[in-house]
Nanobody, 127 residues
Framework: QVQLVESGGGLVQAGGSLRLSCAAS????????MGWFRQAPGKEREFVARLHWIGDVATYADLVKGRFTISRDIAKKTLYLQMNALKPEDTAVYYC????????????????????WGQGTQVTVSS
């Protein structure tokens, strides 16, 4: 059973940066897709970015493309999300997730196609 623990959230002013981390344990990640979703109050959990654990071209939601970067450190079993040029509309709880296998463009974007989640970390961007 894969376990995920996010950290790095906080309060930042618009235009600022944060880096989220997701420490993974309890499984073999080499065949998994890892990713980030976010959920704002009253809204559905939405896709932010994904990357296959052994490395491929990352995929981003249009809303964050060019501002956010997903990466991973295999030795540390940690997934990262570098968030730059943050906007108030980026305010949400950010979740790290695991999807078994390569997945598809359709499954990546659907939160209920992912298999495991962390507890989430709050990101608040003030204007």
């Amino acid at each position: 059973q894969v376990q995920l623990v996010e950290s790095g959230g906080g309060l930042v002013q618009a235009g600022g940066s944060l880096r989220l981390s997701c420490a993974a344990s309890g499984g073999d990640f080499s065949m998994n897709t890892m990713g980030w979703f976010r959920q704002a109050p009253g809204k559905e959990r939405e896709f932010v970015a994904r990357l296959h654990w052994i490395g491929d071209v990352a995929t981003y939601a249009d809303l964050v493309k060019g501002r956010f970067t997903i990466s991973r450190d295999i030795a540390k079993k940690t997934l990262y999300l570098q968030m730059n040029a943050l906007k108030p509309e980026d305010t949400a709880v950010y979740y790290c997730g695991v999807q078994r296998g390569l997945g598809t463009v359709t499954s990546w974007g659907s939160w209920n196609s992912w298999d495991s989640w962390g507890q989430g970390t709050q990101v608040t961007v003030s204007s």
